[in-house]
């Protein structure tokens, strides 16, 4: 008689995936013995992406033919090209004291603890373990029942243990490997990242400063402006009592007093912003160093740029550019990590110790009790578990990767747009340079005719208000065109000391 079996279709699938687990792992067991020969880790191994950007910067022409007193100052330092001694030091405070830089250094230190242990993993584990208990049994219990059945037991007992313990694992299909792989290439981007905190830091604090001094020489322009105000308005009230001038003259000459003094505020209030800002950039409470800033004259020069480095240069200086590529490099690892699932893991561990309950005898041959173990683990199924960590990761570094290409992107956009604007606030700062040459000629001009009686005092108001609104702009550009100089330095990753050898992406 011949007995047939039937499956529903979820055995059936069931049954197929149990019998194709079981041939790939097979294929796999004997992988695991040609990796654990050959000495090799799963996965891929990491190959930096290229990239096909140009030698050159498309704003590079503009930056040649930008024109400047100062030399280019290193990159590592580009502050120092201000020559502003209150600069200098208000960017090292704030290098000093920042407390972003406190945190940032602080996830170092956690990066670099988690790739020590990563490390540690590979690498075989001892303990030393020992007890001593003094217990009266009961003798309701299970043992306590049989042992008083027995002459001379004793209730009081005392049990003693000693061992010296030592484990370890056997990487064979090398995922431990590539973990630590990971770990380390997660260190190097934090050390990434905290360079980028600094450079950020000491952009911040520049462009800070430079805005205080803008305000600083806008508020001076604005003072300026109702002095002259008033003096015209006297003077007005001196042609009055003569009969020269009329009341709508003064009422014009009030109203322009009155329109240069509502200036005042908005300055006043952001020169107190900037230097609150100042304050926390430096790590200190709004209003510790702003006395200082006050009493001191405003004087720095815009420095030339320099454009040898090329987009080349750029990816290996810009420290997100770095962090991001060490990223890649970590998700490009743990590939390796997840694929390694697929193999057995072995383990070995072995225990020299001493057990005894009497007290007294624990270091005597009776009493010694020593172990050794072989240890097995191997995932023969588990519902494509290890697939989707598998894909998870491949998912993880597509991602990795697109972010990378990205950041390169943007690190040339942000080096292009700051050149641009650059040059072409500093070709503004020329032009209205000479209008406000002008319109001081030509205002001096209209208030000696006004004098004379040759020109209405129409003019000379009219003349007034042009020449506030261009040294009004003046000053504004003259610190603009500094902080577009702040900005360009921070694009091109300035403010740390690198050189290709010390190239944090070289660390592979």
């Known amino acids: 008689m011949t007995t047939s079996l039937s499956f529903s279709p979820f055995e059936d699938s069931l049954m197929a995936t149990l019998a194709s687990r079981f041939k790939r792992s097979s294929v796999f067991a004997l992988s695991a013995v040609y990796i654990a020969l050959a000495g090799c880790a799963v996965g891929p191994d990491y190959q930096r992406p290229t990239n096909a950007l ?37 960017v090292q405070r704030a290098l ?5 830089l406190a945190k940032s250094f602080a996830r170092i230190e956690q990066a670099r603890a988690v790739a020590r242990q990563a490390g540690a993993i590979r690498l075989p584990q001892g303990a030393l373990d020992g007890k001593a208990v003094r217990q009266r049994q009961s003798t309701e219990s299970s043992q306590g029942q049989i042992g008083s059945t027995f002459p001379g037991y004793d209730r009081n007992q005392t049990l003693e243990t000693l061992g010296v313990g030592a484990s370890w694992e056997a990487d064979l299909a090398g995922g431990l490997k590539r973990g630590e792989e990971a770990a380390l290439a997660e260190a190097q981007a934090a050390e990434a990242s905290h360079v980028g905190v600094r450079i950020s830091v000491a952009a911040e604090a520049a462009d800070a400063y430079f805005r205080i001094r803008g305000a600083q020489q806008r508020l001076a322009v604005a003072q300026d402006q109702v002095t002259t105000q008033n003096a015209l308005l006297d003077l007005i009230k001196d042609r009055m009592s003569m009969g020269l001038a009329t009341h709508r003259e003064q009422a014009q000459a009030e109203a322009l007093v009155l329109q240069a003094r509502a200036t005042l505020p908005p300055l006043r209030t952001e020169l107190t912003t900037q230097l609150n800002r100042l304050d926390v950039l430096m790590g200190a409470q709004p209003g510790t160093y702003a006395l200082a800033l006050q009493s001191s004259p405003p004087h720095y020069d815009v420095p030339r740029i320099s454009d040898a480095q090329g987009p080349a240069d750029l990816l290996r200086r810009r420290p997100d550019v770095i962090a991001a590529e060490r990223r890649l490099a970590a ?30 005898q624990l270091f005597t041959s009776s009493a010694f009790q020593p172990q050794a173990i072989l240890g097995l683990h191997w995932r023969l199924f588990d519902f494509g578990r290890v697939d989707a960590e598998v894909a ?14 990205l950041a390169m992107l943007k690190a040339t956009e942000d080096v292009e747009n700051a050149i641009v604007t650059l040059v072409e606030l500093e070709q503004q700062r020329q032009d209205v340079s000479a209008e406000v040459a002008a319109h001081q000629t030509a205002r001096d001009a209209a208030q000696d005719a006004y004098k004379g009686g040759a020109v209405s005092l129409v003019e000379v108001l009219d003349e007034d208000r042009q020449l506030l609104v261009s040294r009004d702009q003046l000053a504004q550009l003259h610190a603009n065109d500094a902080r577009a100089a702040v900005a360009t330095f921070r694009a091109l990753g300035g403010g740390w000391p690198w050189t290709i050898k010390d190239d944090v992406a070289e660390r592979d």
């Open 54 to 90: 140009s030698a050159t910067f498309h704003a590079d022409t503009l930056l040649q033919q930008r024109v400047g007193e100062s030399p280019a100052p290193s990159l590592d330092t580009w502050w120092a090209g201000f020559n502003d001694p209150e600069l200098n030091r208000i």
């Open 96 to 100: 000093d004291q920042n407390l972003d």
């Open 331 to 360: 998700s490009n690892a743990r590939i390796g990590a997840a694929i390694a699932e697929y193999y057995p893991s072995v383990s070995l561990s072995g225990l020299l110790g001493f057990d005894t309950a009497h007290s007294g």
């Open 392 to 405: 998870q990761a491949k998912g993880a570094n597509a991602e990795a990767l697109a972010e990378y290409r």
